[in-house]
């Protein structure tokens, strides 16, 4: 770990390392998902590092705050809040039936 915070280990990083740090990386890895469902996470904003929610796929994340990642508060996945479909469904409206 201490020699990951010197400036040689990071100026000699390859491409695969640096890319391993992204934040669409690491939820695809942790939640078993694709990248792209990852991504899609990422930017409908149900993912956070620590209290900050983050959009942004690219987020290069810290060793330090990896262990931070979570769903966002607010996140249907973390509230168990009923989305648009499902309260359309449960309401019983008219498209609903056509779907």
Do not use: C, W
Request: zero cysteines; proline letters at 2%.
């Amino acid at each position: 770990k201490e020699n990951e915070r010197k400036l040689d280990y990071v100026l000699g990083m390859t491409v695969s390392q640096f890319l391993e740090r992204r934040l669409q990386t690491i939820v695809a890895k942790r939640n078993n998902n694709s990248i792209h469902h990852a991504r899609v996470l990422i930017r409908q904003k149900h993912m956070a590092v620590g209290k900050q929610v983050v959009n942004i796929p690219s987020y290069m994340v810290r060793v330090s705050s990896e262990q931070h990642i979570q769903n966002a508060p607010n996140s249907v996945f973390k509230t168990g809040a009923m989305g648009r479909t499902k309260k359309r469904k449960a309401k019983g409206g008219e498209k609903a039936e056509e779907e």
